[in-house]
């Protein structure tokens, strides 16, 4: 077991690595840090001053071997726009998007497994129908389109929940049905053909035979098996859910890390928009790994690979 989290360990290393070389360079090439400091108005001199001052004349691999190096000591620079460490920046912002994502996946989880499990356990029923007609309408839906019929019908009409901000727990509860409804059907199906697969099993059958209750079987030797390929998925979709708040963040106004990166995108402050992406990136390859652990831990066989 420990040979093999390291393993995973290791690919997760490479993996923020490249993501690293990938994000400095794109952000570097698509435009110029000098100009983007100076602002629209500064002379070519001006330009000129900033890049010498700031080093943006020097070779790219020499800039991103330096940036790498701040990044291991948490250090990313300072932010063009608000003029101060950008690590303290994110740090400010990521406790709403982290709050705002695990209330979402909450709720993904504790629809889509009761869900999927009554759906695989009777397939091709009204309920069954039912569950994949909602899971075919959530991932229809776009994420912008319901987030604002959300706040048409409970924050407008109702006037049962606020319409933006992020000070307290009811600020929360529609954006993370948004982002959680995205996220259930996926769950909910990986959940219901995993019960289908594994209910035909022979052990199954034999637990059956045996005059052992559904509850039992179901619990206790069926889900086990069934939620296999849903671990790795959910972690995916927990990383989606932090990484892909950027929209749901910007129309409920609630200042998280995804409102930021829109407002770094909108402002050009490529050091927090570096940093976002490495956070996230960090975020995916810590939950992957996690995922990965468990899925071992649930089936030894995946130990040998």
């Known amino acids: 077991m420990l040979v093999f989290a390291l393993k995973r360990f290791v690919v997760g290393i490479l993996v923020m690595l490249a993501v690293s070389t990938i994000t400095f360079t794109l952000t570097n090439v698509a435009a110029d840090p000098a100009r983007t400091i100076a602002g629209e108005g500064a002379s070519a001199a001006d330009v000129e001053a900033i890049r010498e001052a700031y080093g943006f004349d020097r070779p790219i691999i020499v800039r991103y071997g330096e940036w790498l ?9 300072d932010s063009y726009r608000q003029r101060r460490p950008v690590v303290d920046v994110v740090m400010e912002r990521l406790p709403v998007t982290m ?8 709720i993904a989880i504790l629809a889509a497994i009761p869900l999927g ?5 009777r397939p091709n029923s009204w309920i069954d129908r039912a569950s994949l ?25 109702l006037k049962w929940l606020p ?19 995205y996220a259930t059907p996926t769950l909910m199906r990986l ?34 098996n ?13 990383g989606f859910m932090l990484g892909g708040s950027v929209v749901v963040e910007t129309i409920f106004a609630m200042r998280g890390v995804g409102y930021l990166a829109w407002e770094s995108i909108t402002y050009s402050d490529l050091p927090v928009v570096q940093a976002i992406v490495l956070t996230i990136a960090a975020i995916y390859v810590v939950l992957t790994l996690a995922a990965d652990i468990m899925n071992a831990w649930l089936d030894p066989r995946l130990r040998s690979n």
């Open 133 to 157: 007609t909602f899971a075919l309408i959530g991932q229809a839906m776009p994420t912008f389109w319901f987030a604002l019929l959300g706040i048409v019908v409970f924050s407008v009409t």
């Open 163 to 181: 319409v933006s901000g992020s000070s307290s727990l009811s600020h929360f509860v529609l954006p993370a049905v948004v982002l959680a409804y």
């Open 117 to 121: 499990i009554i759906a695989g356990l």
């Open 69 to 77: 190096g701040g990044a291991l000591r948490a250090d990313l620079g």
């Open 99 to 106: 709050s705002l994502g695990g209330l979402a996946f909450a």
């Open 226 to 238: 069934a939620i296999l390929p849903l671990v790795s998925v959910a972690a995916v979709q927990f």
């Open 191 to 224: 959940t219901r053909a995993g019960m289908i697969e594994v209910m035909q099993s022979d052990y199954i059958r034999t637990a059956k035979a045996k005059g052992l209750r559904t509850g039992k079987i179901v619990l206790k030797h069926a889900l086990r």
